[in-house]
C-alpha cells in the first residue's frame, strides 16, 4: 500500500488519511500515557485490544441508533472512521465517584452519584484539560446550547448502553469519558460519537471483587495492564483467546 499520509499524531493514536475523501484510518498504538503525559511506557497488545473493544463498542451503539464515526475494522490495529471536526471537550460521565470528583470534593471512590452527572474538560493538554461550566463553552463558541443539549442526550445514551453490556459481563461501569464530532454532509452537520471507547477511557471495576480493569491499573501501578483489557475483551466475547500475541495479518482495502 501506497505511504499513506499522517493527518495527526497523539499519546495512543494515529490519524492517516483515508481511501475516499471524508474518511481517516485511525491506527491505535501500544503507549500508554497518564498524568497528562508524565507517565509512560509501552503495553504490548494494548493497540490490538483497544481496536477490538472500540469496534465492540461503537457497532453495539451504532446498532441502537447512535451515531458514530466508526465504519470498518481494517486489520488488528486500524480501521477506518468518518472525518470529523472535534469538539474540543471531554464529555465525563460519571455514575459512581472515581478520580478527579473524588479528590475534588473528598468523596469515597465507589460512591453511588445521585444520577448519572455529565461534566465537561476543555481538551487542553498544556492546561491539564480544566473542567469547564456550559457558560465557558457557551459563551466562547466551542459549542451552542442546542448542541450541548444533544451532546448530554448522547452522551446519556452512550451511558445506558455501556453500563447494561458491562453489567452482563460481571462489571460496573464507573465513568468514561467520550469526544464528540461535528459531521459534514454537504451544507448539514450533525454531531456523532468519535474518537474510541476502550478501557483507557472508562474505569470498569469487577462487580464481584472491584478489580480495577481499566487504564487505572497503570496509572496506579497495580498489576498487568493488557491482562486486565484482555479480561474485558474476554468477558465480552470480543476476543474469546488472548490473540495480543497472533501474529498480524491486515486486510487490503480496495
Ligand atoms: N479520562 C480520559 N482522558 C482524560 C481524562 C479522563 O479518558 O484525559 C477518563 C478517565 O479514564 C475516567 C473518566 O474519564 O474514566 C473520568 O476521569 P477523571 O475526571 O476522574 O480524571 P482522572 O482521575 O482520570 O485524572
Redo the contacts with the bound molecule.
Keep these: 500500500m501506497a505511504r499513506r499520509k499522517k493527518i495527526y499524531e497523539g499519546k495512543a493514536k494515529i490519524l492517516y488519511e483515508g481511501p475516499e475523501p471524508g474518511t481517516l484510518v485511525q491506527y491505535f498504538k501500544d503507549d500508554a500515557t497518564a498524568f497528562n503525559a508524565e507517565k509512560r511506557d509501552v503495553i504490548d497488545g494494548k493497540g490490538v485490544l483497544n481496536n477490538r473493544l472500540s469496534e465492540f463498542f461503537m457497532t453495539g451503539l451504532a446498532n441502537i441508533g447512535v451515531p458514530t464515526h466508526f465504519l470498518k475494522r481494517l486489520n488488528m490495529r486500524e480501521q477506518l472512521i468518518r472525518a470529523v471536526e472535534i469538539i474540543p471537550l471531554?464529555v465525563?460521565v460519571r455514575n459512581f465517584a472515581?478520580?478527579?470528583?473524588s479528590k475534588r470534593l473528598g468523596m469515597e471512590e465507589g460512591t453511588p452519584m445521585p444520577r448519572p452527572i455529565v461534566e465537561f474538560?476543555y481538551k487542553d493538554d498544556a492546561l491539564g484539560?480544566p473542567l469547564v461550566p456550559e457558560e465557558y463553552i457557551i459563551a466562547f463558541g466551542w459549542a451552542s446550547q442546542q448542541d450541548l443539549d444533544d451532546i448530554v442526550s448522547l452522551a446519556l445514551r452512550v451511558n445506558d448502553y455501556m453500563s447494561g453490556v458491562m453489567f452482563g459481563a460481571g462489571i460496573k461501569l464507573v465513568?468514561?469519558?467520550i469526544e464528540i464530532g461535528r459531521h459534514y454532509d454537504g451544507d448539514f452537520h450533525r454531531l456523532i460519537l468519535a474518537d474510541e471507547i476502550s478501557p483507557?477511557?472508562?474505569?470498569l471495576w469487577d462487580i464481584e471483587t472491584g478489580r480495577k480493569l481499566?487504564?487505572d491499573v497503570f496509572r496506579r501501578d497495580l498489576g498487568d495492564l493488557a491482562d486486565a483489557y484482555t479480561e474485558v475483551a474476554r468477558r465480552l466475547g470480543v476476543m474469546p483467546t488472548n490473540v495480543t500475541h497472533a501474529p498480524t495479518k491486515p486486510t487490503l482495502i480496495n
Design positions: 471531554e465525563i472515581a478520580g478527579s470528583i474538560s484539560d465513568d468514561f469519558k483507557d477511557s472508562c474505569r481499566d487504564k
